[in-house]
C-alpha cells in the first residue's frame, strides 16, 4: 500500500533501478529512472541496436516488492535464470536476457518527483502517491497542445483524465467530442470520424459531420483506440499528418484544427510487435504517455472516492452513518476488476437501497501462492520441485474455479484438453 500524501506537498520521494547493459552490441550502455522502457524503437528509456531485441521489448518499473518487468510481446523473449518472462517481480541485481543481449538491473538513489498539491485535479480524485503524480503530469500536459495517450484498465476513468486535459488548457472554450472506437461497427468507423455526404453509401440520406470536423478548435477523445482496424489506422494517420479531413464521397478536404487525446487498455506496444498496430500512428498519438493505475494498487484511494460517490449521488449525512469503518476497511480489500466504476456502482447502490453495500459476492484480492523449493538441491532439480509445487496450486485452484469441468477448466487456460488430462494424470497417485 502505498503512503497518502499530505496536502500541499509537491513532491515525494521514489525508487529508482540502474540498468547497464553487461553482454551484447551494447556492452556498457547504462540508464538509471524509476521507470525503465527497453528495446529498439526511438524513444525508448534504453536505446538499444541489438537486432535481436524488439522494437519495444520491456519495460521495468521500480517497485517496493522490487522491479516490475513486463514483456511487451517481444520476438526472443525476457529471460531471467533460465525462465521466460512476461510480467513478474525479481529482485534487485538480477540479470536479464534479451536476444542477444544481457542486462543487469539494480537499485539506484531515490529521485524527487514532482506530485500535484491536493487530492482532486479537474474531476480527477486520489491521494496516494501515483495519483497525485498523475496529476501532476495532467496539469503539465494539459497546457500544451500535443497529442496524449491515456493508458489503464476498464473502468479507471480515462475520459476523466481526457476532459480534465481539454478543460485545464487552453481549448477550454471549444468543443469536447468523444469517439469510443471500440463500440462502432468496422464499417461505420470511417463516417463517424470523417463524416460522409449524402449518398456516399446506401443509407446515406443526409450529410453527416464527423467527428473531426465537430472538435474543430477543442479536442477529440479516440477511446479504445487499439480497436481500430489497420485500413482506419493509415486513414487517421493521414488526417493527423495533413490536418486536414476529406468526408466520405466528397472530393474536398476540410481543415481541422483538434487536439488528439486518445485512450486504451490494451498495450500498444505489444500491438505493434505483433504487427497490429502502427508504429508511426503510435508515435503520433503518444507524443505524451500518461498512465492511470488500477485502483488495487491504491486502496488508500478507496475513502476518498466513496466520500465523493455518496456526495454525487445526494447522501448528505456523515459518511460512517452509511458506510462503517468496517465496511470501509472491506471496500478496500476488494480486487476491483471494474476499478472505479465498480466503486461507484456499489456506492450508488448503497445510496438508492439506504443499507451498507453488499460485499459478500464481491471478489476480494486473490492470496498471493507460495511457492517453495530447496535451494541447496542441484539448479535442475529446484526448477523441477519448484514447477511441480507450481503446477500442483495451479491445477487445484483452476478445477476449483471450473467446478471439476476439465473442459471449462482448459478453456480457462486456454490449453488443449488433452494437454490439461495429461497434467492432471500425473497427479494423480
Do not use: W
Amino acid at each position: 500500500m502505498e503512503q497518502t500524501l499530505r496536502h500541499g506537498a509537491t513532491s515525494f520521494p521514489v525508487r529508482t533501478i540502474h540498468v547497464e547493459v553487461v553482454a551484447g552490441p551494447d556492452t556498457g550502455l547504462r540508464v538509471a529512472s524509476d521507470q525503465v522502457a527497453i528495446g529498439t524503437a526511438e524513444g525508448s528509456t534504453l536505446r538499444l541496436s541489438d537486432p535481436s531485441v524488439s522494437r519495444f521489448h520491456l519495460t521495468l518499473q521500480a517497485t517496493t516488492a522490487g522491479i516490475h518487468v513486463v514483456d511487451h510481446g517481444s520476438t526472443n523473449g525476457t529471460v531471467c535464470g533460465g525462465v521466460r518472462i512476461e510480467r513478474g517481480v525479481i529482485a534487485p541485481g538480477n540479470t536479464l536476457v534479451l536476444g542477444s543481449t544481457t542486462l543487469r538491473a539494480s537499485d539506484a538513489p531515490l529521485a524527487s518527483v514532482e506530485v500535484h498539491g491536493e487530492d482532486s485535479l479537474g474531476g480527477v480524485i486520489g491521494g496516494s502517491t501515483a495519483m497525485r503524480r498523475l496529476m501532476a503530469q495532467v496539469g503539465k500536459a494539459s497546457a500544451s497542445d500535443v497529442s496524449v495517450l491515456v493508458h489503464g484498465e476498464s473502468g479507471t476513468g480515462k475520459e476523466l483524465v481526457a476532459r480534465a486535459l481539454h478543460d485545464l488548457g487552453p481549448r477550454s472554450k471549444g468543443p469536447f467530442v468523444t469517439v469510443d472506437c471500440g463500440s462502432i461497427t468496422p464499417t461505420l468507423i470511417a463516417s463517424e470520424l470523417f463524416g460522409h455526404e449524402k449518398g456516399a453509401f446506401t443509407g446515406a440520406d443526409r450529410v453527416h459531420v464527423g467527428a473531426f470536423e465537430a472538435a474543430h478548435g477543442g479536442t477529440i477523445f479516440l477511446d479504445e483506440i487499439g480497436e481500430l482496424q489497420p485500413a482506419i489506422q493509415a486513414t487517421l494517420l493521414g488526417v493527423l499528418e495533413r490536418r486536414r479531413v476529406r468526408r466520405l464521397g466528397s472530393r474536398t478536404e476540410t481543415p481541422v484544427d483538434v487536439r488528439v487525446v486518445s485512450a486504451t487498455h490494451r498495450d500498444l506496444r505489444a500491438e505493434i510487435n505483433a504487427g497490429t498496430f502502427r508504429l508511426d500512428l503510435f508515435y503520433r498519438l503518444a507524443v505524451v504517455t500518461l498512465a492511470i493505475p488500477p485502483l488495487r494498487q491504491r486502496p488508500e484511494d478507496v475513502p476518498l472516492l466513496v466520500e465523493y460517490f455518496l456526495r454525487d449521488a445526494g447522501f448528505a449525512g456523515p459518511v460512517a452513518s452509511l458506510i462503517s469503518p468496517a465496511a470501509m476497511a472491506a471496500l478496500q480489500k476488494l480486487h476491483y476488476a471494474g476499478n472505479v466504476r465498480e466503486l461507484r456502482n456499489l456506492i450508488e447502490a448503497a445510496v438508492a437501497m439506504n443499507e451498507p453495500p453488499d460485499l459478500r459476492a464481491a471478489p476480494t484480492a486473490p492470496t498471493p501462492v507460495a511457492l517453495a523449493t530447496d535451494l541447496a538441491l542441484p539448479y535442475k532439480d529446484a526448477r523441477a520441485q519448484l514447477v511441480e509445487h507450481f503446477e500442483g496450486q495451479y491445477l487445484d485452484a483452476l478445477m476449483q474455479r471450473a467446478g471439476g469441468n476439465v473442459s471449462q477448466a482448459a478453456r480457462i487456460a486456454k490449453m488443449t484438453r488433452s494437454h490439461l488430462s495429461e497434467l492432471l494424470a500425473k497427479r494423480r497417485p
